[in-house]
């Protein structure tokens, strides 16, 4: 079983939509979450950054953390076609070491 | 402020030759990460470099791979006799100590 699962798509939704995104992983001292987007032939921005359990809004975009189920997920409200990307998540353990572990990455297209 | 830039951007190159990629960070960044994102999957952490030294080099993937960084600037990514499978693109990160990783655009390497 790999570290971190990731649904890998595509998904593909209408303008306006709302999209779900997850993730689950195995590894229990997770403790920083993150989503980034990658547009193709770019490198990975990163959309929104969680410590623990919880959740966490920044405009059309919500990030929720559930440490006791081992799941993450990144709602998208009021989809765009500017959205069409494909979605990372990844998280790293607490402590100095601070490389990253991510999923394979969902590709998403919102058609107008 | 200026980015993580990465160069080449793209690289083609024969199996057996040796290539060099570059990574500047942002300025004032002390940790920088080497990742590698195969088609379609996720991205693989390779090594991670605080200042000027490696603490982790756990993910190169064998021997042929190296890496130096000098100071808190440019590091380089060696890859030896390059082989087929090291087809990918090679993402650079850097982060103030280890907070937000701010990636670059990558390089995209073909082997032939």
């Known amino acids: 079983q790999k570290e971190v699962e990731q649904d890998p798509g595509p998904l593909s939704v209408p303008e306006g939509a709302i999209v779900s995104l997850n993730c689950t992983y195995s590894?229990?001292?997770?403790?920083?979450f993150m989503w980034y987007r990658q547009y193709s032939r770019k490198g990975p921005e990163l959309l929104m950054y969680?410590?623990?359990?919880g959740n966490k809004e920044d405009g059309r975009f919500t990030a929720q953390v559930d440490k006791s189920s081992k799941y993450i997920s990144l709602f998208i409200r009021d989809s765009q076609p500017s959205d069409s990307a494909t979605y990372l998540c990844a998280m790293r353990y607490g402590g100095s070491q601070g490389n990253l572990i991510f999923g394979k990455g969902t590709k998403l297209s919102v058609k107008p | 402020g200026a980015g993580v830039s990465q160069s080449p951007s793209n690289k083609v190159t024969e199996k057996g030759k040796d290539v060099e990629l570059r990574c500047d960070p942002i300025?004032?960044?002390?940790?920088l990460y080497w990742y590698r994102q195969r088609l379609g999957q996720g991205l693989e952490f390779l090594i991670y470099f605080q200042g000027n030294s490696a603490p982790d080099k756990s993910g190169l993937p064998s021997d042929r791979f190296s890496a130096e960084r000098t100071g808190e600037s440019v590091s380089t990514l060696t890859i030896q006799r390059t082989q087929q499978e090291d087809s990918a693109v090679y993402l650079c990160?850097?982060?103030?100590?280890?907070?937000?990783?701010?990636f670059g655009p990558g390089t995209r390497l073909t082997v032939l």
């Open positions: 990160a850097s982060s103030l100590a280890t907070d937000t990783q701010y």
């Open positions: 300025s004032g960044h002390t940790a």
């Open positions: 969680t410590y623990s359990s």
């Open positions: 590894n229990s001292a997770f403790q920083y």
